[in-house]
């Protein structure tokens, strides 16, 4: 009896010991030859101002990490967010700046990067002394000015931004207009157990189109949802200086007129 409890226990273990196994697996490098051309930096993106003065270099990652594929997404209202950081989930990073003095041909290190540098949304300024660009972090999106003449960085908001729906606009040489996020990630909507009521369509036997978007609306609580993240507080930056804006709102665009007196802006 001893000898058959004993052979049925080394059957077990040997059929649990694939599942055992199963749990040490691990992400796995190619041979050396196969990385190296897969993991080669792309060619350098080229960004030069008006007068032809500077040239901004920028280098970026030849595929997203698997920590980026991993990081959590919302699909609602046809986009796609990261409720973590109210930024869009999909985006492609630009991972080192350098400035590029062209007359002498010198190519000059920007002191000041955040690092690790998650870089989107670059931007001269009018006046072209300045470049603009946001950087995302796991938790947040911040702002930051690039001074091309001391090739120094600095961060301008205290409040993080909100990119759902859009990123900034440049108001004058010195100001930067944007959308801050004012909700936190911990105040997001729980979905319910249940729905409150019933779904209702109504078929009035008229020929419609189908609709094209992908993640549209379809419940209260997707509305609930969407208007958590994408209500934000338009914000003036001046140097660092915030200045308030209007209300919170559901921000689509903001335009600057031409004489800087008023701004366009396009709501939910």
Do not use: H
């Amino acid at each position: 009896m001893l000898q058959k409890n004993t052979l049925l226990a080394l059957l077990f273990l040997f059929a649990a010991a694939p599942a055992i196994c199963q749990d040490d697996i691990s992400y796995k490098m190619p041979p050396k030859e196969i990385a190296e051309m897969l993991l080669v930096k792309p060619t350098p993106g080229v960004n030069i101002n008006d007068k032809g003065e500077w040239m901004l270099l920028t280098e970026s990652s030849s595929y997203p990490s698997v920590e980026e594929m991993a990081k959590p997404e919302y699909r609602i209202a046809g986009l796609r967010l990261n409720p973590n950081n109210f930024a869009p989930s999909r985006q492609n990073y630009i991972t080192n700046l350098s400035l590029k003095n062209i007359a002498t041909g010198k190519t000059l290190t920007i002191s000041g990067l955040p690092v690790p540098l998650y870089a989107g949304a670059i931007s001269w300024s009018p006046d072209e002394k300045k470049i603009a660009f946001t950087n995302t972090t796991a938790n947040r999106v911040d702002l930051y000015s690039i001074e091309v003449l001391t090739q120094k960085a600095t961060k301008l908001n205290r409040s993080p931004l909100n990119t759902i729906t859009g990123s900034y606009t440049w108001y004058d040489n010195n100001s930067i207009i944007y959308r801050a996020a004012i909700n936190p990630v911990s105040a997001a909507p729980k979905k319910p157990l249940a729905p409150k009521g019933p779904a209702v369509q109504e078929n009035y036997g008229k020929a419609s189109p189908r609709p094209t978007y992908q993640d549209m609306i379809k419940s209260p609580f997707d509305e609930t949802v969407f208007a958590f993240y994408a209500t934000t507080q338009l914000v003036k930056n001046t140097n660092g200086v915030e200045t308030k804006i209007g209300p919170p709102a559901i921000y689509l665009s903001a335009s600057v007129s031409p004489d800087k007196k008023y701004l366009l802006l396009r709501t939910a």
